[in-house]
């Protein structure tokens, strides 16, 4: 299958930083990128969709100027934290949809960035 | 109401049981159905796609039933490496291709 990658694999910061979480298709362009979030002993829950080219359109009670997504190509989408928390400690998971296959509508996910926020 | 529901779990099997997950869906538009399979702190991967015809890769068989809006997962003579938490995925197919995610249900297998 598609290979999808993320980076860093997890990270720590103080309160109140900013933090950078890189999302790549190695091996086929995604014009469309998901970002999700999951807590401890939770579901991942989606927090945007990430468009190539375009603004990301965020779901219901995700601040769009917390979370920073960028998707300048076809490969590429960053989500960046800004004034992270400790409430914002959780695993973050990108996933890319390969449309140019014949499992058009199967996700690829990376492998998540553990984020801890002291 | 959540938009996808599943079993609470845990579920706790011997070696060699036979365990059946179950899984509900409110949206009645939805497109296609997944069983992802999710191990502690690691990303899901995609176990099976399921089909109204149902389908059956090795020891695992999915089901689909539109009119109940109904999902199942069955695992026979269940392995240690089985264990894991096992995700009811939907996708809404609309223009914006939204997935929604079930709870999971975690599953141990013992020796």
């Known amino acids: 299958g598609a290979v999808v990658s993320q980076h860093p694999s997890w990270v720590i910061c103080k309160s109140g930083t900013s933090v950078k979480i890189e999302c790549r298709s190695l091996?086929?362009?995604?014009?469309?990128m998901f970002w999700y979030r999951q807590f401890p002993k939770q579901s991942l829950m989606l927090m945007a969709t990430?468009?190539?080219?375009?603004?990301?359109?965020?779901e219901q009670g995700v601040e769009k100027d917390k979370f920073l997504i960028n998707h300048a190509s076809l490969t590429l989408s960053t989500l960046t934290v800004t004034s992270a928390h400790p409430e914002d400690s959780s695993f973050y998971i990108c996933?890319?949809?390969?449309?140019?296959?014949?499992?058009?509508?199967?996700?690829?996910f990376g492998p998540g960035t553990r984020l801890t926020v002291l | 109401r959540k938009e996808v529901e599943q079993d609470p779990g845990p579920f706790n099997v011997p070696e060699g049981a036979t365990v059946a997950f179950n899984c509900t869906y409110s949206n009645s538009a939805s497109q296609s159905f997944f069983w992802y399979r999710q191990d502690c702190r690691k990303e899901p991967k995609l176990l099976m796609s399921v089909y109204s015809s149902g389908n059956e890769d090795g020891r695992f068989t999915a089901q689909l039933n539109r009119a109940s809006q109904y999902i199942s997962l069955l695992i026979r003579d269940s392995k240690l490496s089985d264990s894991a938490t096992y995700l009811c995925v939907v996708n809404l197919g609309t223009g914006g291709f939204k997935t929604i995610f079930g709870a999971g249900t975690r599953l141990f297998v013992k020796a």
């Open positions: 996933s890319a949809r390969s449309t140019g296959t014949p499992g058009g509508n199967e996700q690829f």
């Open positions: 990430s468009n190539e080219g375009s603004k990301a359109t965020y």
């Open positions: 091996d086929f362009q995604a014009t469309t």
